[in-house]
């Protein structure tokens, strides 16, 4: 497996991993390959988009960017904001571990000192991925769990 930082020429393979995990959530949120290029690959607020790729497939990707002011996740300005998608048939691999490591380096770069992961109530699974990481839940929304990783401190390394 490697990771990489996502290109243009990736977001028709993004959308083949997104698309089904919106279909999951019965998320009405777009999925297709412009939707992706614009929202996480050439977006202005990007960080980092990592992807997760064995030969030509890829099997999962994440997405760091920066909150800005009056941000849709009502999130402090200078956070960040990170979103994870590993395919269906592609979980217990390390991938989201391997994923991270990417991340969590750009995070660094660019000085930031909270990274938010706002996770549905009721994805077990992707609350136990950010809990597992070093995720610590600071806030309850209404269906959603917001757990955040502190860069600031000293003892928060990945996945302790």
Known sequence: MIVRQAEAADAAAMSAVLQPILTGWNSSRRGD???????YIAHPDQLSCAVACEGERILGFQSLKVAR????????????IIGTYVAGDAGR????RALFGETLAAARRAGLAHIDATIGASNAQGLAYYTHLGFQTWRALDGAVGKRFDLTAPQQTEGT
């Open 69 to 80: 002011e009056q941000n849709d996740y009502d999130l402090p300005a200078g956070w960040g």
């Open 33 to 39: 390959a412009a939707t992706v290029l614009t929202h």
């Open 93 to 96: 691999r390390g991938i989201g």
